[in-house]
């Protein structure tokens, strides 16, 4: 069987994990935290950058960062994962889900305006398969309205926009927050995992109070108090260092991690561009590529019913991704949204190939074959 995802170890993950045990520091904020942060930091312009313990919790720090209270309304495409609305929920807004493009399930960018009303407070934006949105549009409605853009790039670490000037910014640097994931099905793991990226300075001291559990500890380590307390809601969103050990054997490695996914990627796309049946990713011009994924889009529900079911004679495991959020079955009855036809048409046609470090060449052909021979 070729799996759909398999997580890939570089083989330095436990002897980190060895050495923190080996420090007696295992609780969070130590050694390997830091140089995690530290990295992100220095590699791709966060302001700040904080470990948490899964994206939804980046995200629902970016909640209470933003001030959602209740009767907030926050933006947020229909096409992505429950959290990415989840988190913002759990402060009582309520959710307006915005459409995807025809051609690309990122946020419609021209479609955003039309949902803004005076109780909007934040568009929540999902660089989807860590292909950017048109930041610049979407930057520039924000500033307009006076509303907090929060990166959902749980998908989209090392990858970037390029803006009109030429000038590249890394995706989760750009919007106010931004939160990413490191679960074992993203390009960079520590099984669970995550981290809130911060880029308006003004949250930075109030981010680092919610992650310590509403308190002034991290004030209090640096010396700059000399006692910590309960000063702000909050919640434990920091990681254990046995998580940050793991998760810092992965950086190391980052850029073959990312070569080697982006080498499978072209090849599918080199190899499925002339099949007339199937459409393939769109990758903007103001968009990067970090081959998160590599999806195909069938003709209909049926199409990609049938060819799922031709890989899985072939022992390949194709899935299909998100069902919209607007209709779900938490959602519907909260609000009433008008039609969102092209976040159904991906929930009905998108299709997602295996894509992992181990993927073999004669594995990624015969994936390719099936495709091109149904
Ligand atoms: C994976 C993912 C998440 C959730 O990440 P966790 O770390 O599992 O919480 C949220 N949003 C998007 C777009 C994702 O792909």
Known sequence: MIPFNK???????TKYIETAVATGK?????????KCQQFFEDTYG???????????????????LADINSGDEVIV???????????????????????SYTDNPNIDADKIESLITDKTKAIVIVHYAGIAC??????????????????????????????????????????????????????????????????DERFINRAEIIWEKGTNRSMFFRGEINKYGWVDTGSSFLPSEIISAFLWAQLENIHPIQEKRLKIWNKYHDELKNN????????????????????????????RTELIKKLKEHNIL??????????????????????LTNSDHFEDCLLR?????????????????????F
């Open 7 to 13: 997580p890939y170890l570089t083989g330095k993950e």
């Open 26 to 34: 295992i609780s969070g904020n130590g050694v390997f935290t830091q």
């Open 46 to 64: 966060f302001k700040k950058a904080l470990l948490t313990t899964s994206c939804t919790d980046a995200l629902e720090m970016c909640a209470i």
């Open 77 to 99: 495409p229909s096409y992505t994962f429950v959290s990415s609305a989840l988190a913002f929920v759990r402060q009582n807004a309520n959710i307006i889900f915005a459409d």
């Open 134 to 199: 048109d930041m610049e549009k979407i930057l520039e409605i924000a500033e307009k309205h006076n509303l907090i853009i929060i990166e959902d790039a749980a998908q989209a670490i090392d990858s970037y926009y390029i803006f009109k000037d030429g000038t590249k910014k890394a995706l989760g640097s750009i919007g106010h927050l931004g939160a990413f994931s490191f679960h074992e099905t993203k390009n960079i793991i520590s099984g669970e995992g995550g981290m809130l990226t911060i880029n």
């Open 276 to 303: 007339e049946n199937i459409d393939l990713p769109v990758i903007p011009e103001y968009a990067t590529n970090n081959a998160h994924m590599f999806y195909i889009i069938c003709k209909d529900l049926k199409h």
């Open 318 to 339: 194709a899935v299909f991704h998100y069902l919209s959020l607007h209709k779900s079955e938490f959602y519907a009855s909260r609000h009433v949204h008008g039609e």
């Open 353 to 373: 190939l295996p894509l992992f470090y181990e993927l073999t060449e004669a594995e990624q052909q015969s994936i390719i074959e099936v495709i091109n021979n």
